[in-house]
């Protein structure tokens, strides 16, 4: 088991560190010296978030997210009951058929777009379906690094700021998995700006609830590492803690159903509600599968008790 404090160490990190500990033993088990690591050094890392921070580059990443984020809308949650947030939280894990999971890298293939990019944008169109909200804010964690270096240095560089959404029920999934690309590259741009210095330039005090409590994280990471003649495999089992609740999904495969993780805050929901939201998203991904140019309203979000729920329940007056 691998702990480390986020003060020291993020996802990307942990992976190079994982990386390098599978190198290592390879190197070792074959009788041979292991090769030294070109990591950036922590205090050149320290020089250089200084150097940003006096930067034309900071001032142009602060008006950028300004000008994004100062006609916010209010924070959406899916739970019903908001109360303080403690640091325990619920997991409800799914994996996706083989079959399923390339039906969905085809449609990505096929728009030009990347799997993280549908991830996101299928939260985004869960997230319109249950609230009914056009103007939709959903966490998501960035590297923080430019150059192959620094990607490469474990340390804790990585930020997480809100993505923002306009979505209708007419619009055509495709629509929308190109509204996200446009979003993430123009996040990227501009990721090492910190949500700190955000919250400072949108003049928010600590009694401010978060900017976007639901988030998304996708985990390019390579999950399955060589140890000599044996293979492994990660298992995630926390990524800290959740304002309220966060969607997740582990890097895939050809030929490898794509795994999902869906995390809620264990004060507002219960676990028979966060299997329902579970159950609720992966129809949904089955759904964008096989209409990807469907309207996001005509996606199927219910099972059949639910559907019967709404359809007959709520019409028996």
């Not at 123009?186 to 401010?208: C, T």
């Amino acid at each position: 088991v691998q702990i480390y404090h986020h003060l020291i160490l993020d996802g990307r990190a942990g992976a190079v560190l994982q990386r390098r500990v599978a190198d290592v033993y390879g190197e070792l088990v074959a009788g041979r010296r292991p090769g030294a690591v070109d990591y950036v050094p922590v205090d050149e890392l320290a020089r250089e978030e200084t150097d940003y921070r006096d930067s034309a580059r900071w001032q142009k990443d602060r008006d950028y997210w300004r000008g994004l984020l100062s006609d916010r809308p209010d924070p959406v949650r899916l739970a019903e009951t908001l109360l303080p947030a403690p640091p325990a939280f619920l997991r409800e894990s799914f994996e996706l058929s083989a079959p399923l999971s390339d039906a969905l890298r085809d449609r990505v293939r096929a728009a030009g777009v990347s799997v993280p990019n549908l991830v996101m944008a299928a939260v985004a169109i869960y997230i319109h379906r249950l609230t009914g909200k056009r103007d939709i804010m959903i966490s998501a964690p960035l590297l923080g690094r430019t150059g192959r270096r620094v990607r490469n240095t474990p340390a804790m560089l990585a930020n997480a700021m809100p993505m923002r959404f306009q979505l209708h029920s007419s619009e055509n999934v495709a629509d929308v998995l190109q509204q996200t690309k446009r979003q993430q590259n123009a996040a990227l741009r501009h990721q090492q700006f910190s949500q700190d210095d955000l919250r400072d330039a949108l003049s928010m005090g600590p009694q401010d609830d978060h900017l976007a409590p639901i988030s998304v994280n996708s985990m390019p990471f390579d999950v399955a590492q060589r140890l000599g003649s044996c293979s492994s495999t990660t298992h995630n089992l926390s990524i800290g803690p959740v304002p309220d609740i966060s969607f997740i999904s582990y890097e895939d495969h050809p030929g490898m159903g794509i795994a999902f993780g869906v995390d809620a805050n264990g004060q507002y929901y219960s676990r028979d509600a966060l299997c329902r939201h579970a159950k609720r998203f992966e129809r949904l991904l089955s759904s964008m599968a096989s209409s990807p140019n469907a309207a996001v309203g005509s996606l199927d979000l219910l099972d059949a008790d639910e559907r019967d729920l709404v359809v007959e329940g709520f019409n028996a007056t």
